[in-house]
């Protein structure tokens, strides 16, 4: 009788073992799986912002037929901050600063090219 609750018991202490073993094992597969979908969505926001700059940059610098007012100035300076990448900082500054034309449209180039290079895909 004693050997047949031994027994018992046993077999449900490696039940229960192998259930936190299994739960154990799929929670570790849930966790990287997050992680991973965690990394795409963020991978997906920064292209967006990406793009959406590079959609209004295109469409109040590079199709303006005048001078760029300063709330279109604003929301390109913000647009850049939001990204909150440093080399656009940067070589956005490095265009914005620029003394004649054509500095102006040889860092428009590199703004696009590296617009273009950050995209992650």
Not at 34 to 50: A, D, M
Not at 57 to 65: D, H, N, T
Not at 91 to 111: G, I, L, P, R, Y
């Amino acid at each position: 009788m004693i050997f047949n609750q031994r027994i018992i018991v046993s077999i449900v202490i490696v039940i229960l073992f192998a259930g936190n073993v299994l739960l154990a094992s799929q929670y570790y597969v849930s966790l990287r799986d997050i992680q991973n979908k965690e990394s795409l969505l963020q991978t997906y926001q920064y292209n967006e912002k990406v793009l959406n700059f590079t959609k209004l940059f295109i469409g109040r610098v590079l199709k303006a037929e005048s001078e760029i007012s300063f709330e279109d100035r604003l929301e390109l300076e913000n647009a850049v901050r939001d990204i909150n990448d440093k080399d656009f900082f940067n070589q956005w500054n490095t265009f914005t600063s620029s003394k004649t034309e054509a500095q102006a449209q040889e860092e428009v180039k590199n703004f696009l090219e590296l617009l273009l290079s950050k995209i992650i895909y």
